[in-house]
Structures are given as structure tokens and as C-alpha cells.
């Protein structure tokens, strides 16, 4: 799941449970979580890919940022 999906996927859960003061942390971790992914990619990190591989491949797997 890219950081994108996740982050509506959360708005949208955080909206449903009454917590729309979760918003700009939730908007926050987003950001930083694709800086990070950004940094991995950029610096050639084999994190960087096998991260996103391994989230993308199990359908049922928690969204994580």
C-alpha cells in the first residue's frame, strides 16, 4: 500500500471512530513516512524496495505507512 492509499484509508477510519483530531498527525506521519521511503530510493537503501514489495504482496496485511 503506498503512503497515499494509507493515508485516506486512516483519514477515513479516524473520521468514522469521531477522531477528526487525528488528522494532522496522521498527515504528519504520511509525510515523514514518505521522506523516508524517498531517502531509501534515493540512496539506493535495498530497504527501500523490499519495504514496499513486501506491504504490496499480501493483500490482507495491515495498512502500515
Do not use: I
Request: proline share 9%; hydrophobic share 40%.
Amino acid at each position: 500500500m503506498d503512503v497515499d492509499a494509507w493515508l485516506a484509508a486512516a483519514l477515513a477510519d479516524a473520521e468514522a471512530r469521531g477522531l477528526p483530531e487525528l488528522k494532522p498527525l496522521l498527515e504528519t506521519l504520511a509525510r515523514s513516512t514518505q521522506a523516508l521511503r524517498d531517502a531509501d530510493a534515493e540512496f539506493g537503501h535495498p530497504a527501500g524496495a523490499g519495504a514496499q514489495k513486501d506491504n504490496n504482496s499480501d493483500p490482507t496485511a495491515e495498512p502500515r505507512p
